[in-house]
């Protein structure tokens, strides 16, 4: 995994950009400890390709983070704009599991699974000079099961704080925008705006079966306390 900077390179973050970094932690910190807080999380769902959307099925999900990684492995977070998000969440938990399919990986992760992504990167003959960053700018920290390929967070280049996720046959251009501005940002949008995420950006790689029929479920809703939900039949 490359570098943004050396230890001894600082990241200049001054004035009003270093304020709104600032409240955009508190905000995303306060999103997460609340999702985790929800007592019986799960989505309203409808049928794959059901063009009314129709709920029908209630897929029960879960959140689980773990506990605070080490000092060691927190140095090895870049230095770069955004970390302190990142720095922050990972001091307080060191990955998680949300909604029972999306994994945050653990530091000590992030180099196996990334050294895995660059491969298969090379083996898919993608050009660097024709992406918004190259093989060797990512840590790859994140990752939706059912999905072909991991989340990346941009470590080098112009794109360096950055979250890019796309599939392998759709690589993406130079002018590709991110799925999220930087770490926060992220873990705000997973939080608050989850159908968005799995179903428009990740493509509907979350699905969910009912254990009975074989249909595919696709999540339409999501549910803090599906206790409290009941379909219309």
């Known amino acids: 995994m490359a570098e943004a900077r050396t230890k001894g390179e600082p990241c200049y973050i001054v004035g009003s950009v270093a304020i709104a970094l600032e409240a955009k932690a ?24 059901d063009p009314l959307k129709i709920e029908g099925f209630v897929a029960p999900v879960a959140h689980r983070a773990k506990l605070g990684a080490t000092t060691r492995d927190l140095e090895k977070i870049p230095d770069i704009v955004g970390a302190a998000a990142a720095r922050e969440f990972y ?19 992030w180099k196996e699974v990334t050294e895995s992504m660059a491969e298969s990167w090379e ?34 280049g112009p794109r360096a704080g950055a979250v890019y996720w796309w599939a392998w046959t759709m690589p993406p251009d130079e002018q590709t925008p991110p799925l ?15 159908i968005h995420f799995f179903n428009e950006l990740l493509h509907c790689n979350t ?16 549910l803090p306390d599906r206790r409290q939900f009941k379909l219309k039949m």
């Open 26 to 49: 508190a905000v995303f910190m306060k999103a997460f400890e609340s999702l985790l807080a929800h007592p019986a999380p799960g989505f309203a769902c409808h049928v794959a390709r």
């Open 91 to 109: 001091a307080a938990h060191d990955g998680a599991l949300l909604y029972s399919g999306l994994e945050i990986f653990p530091i000590k992760k």
């Open 123 to 156: 083996d898919g003959g993608y050009r660097d000079d024709r992406m918004p960053y190259g093989r060797r700018d990512f840590i790859a920290f994140a990752h939706s099961h059912g999905a072909a390929s991991c989340l990346h967070w941009v470590i080098a």
């Open 180 to 194: 999220a501005a930087d770490f926060a940002s992220f873990i705000e949008l997973v939080c608050t705006k989850p």
């Open 207 to 222: 699905r969910f079966t009912d254990g009975k029929t074989g249909k595919e479920w696709i999540p339409n809703r999501y």
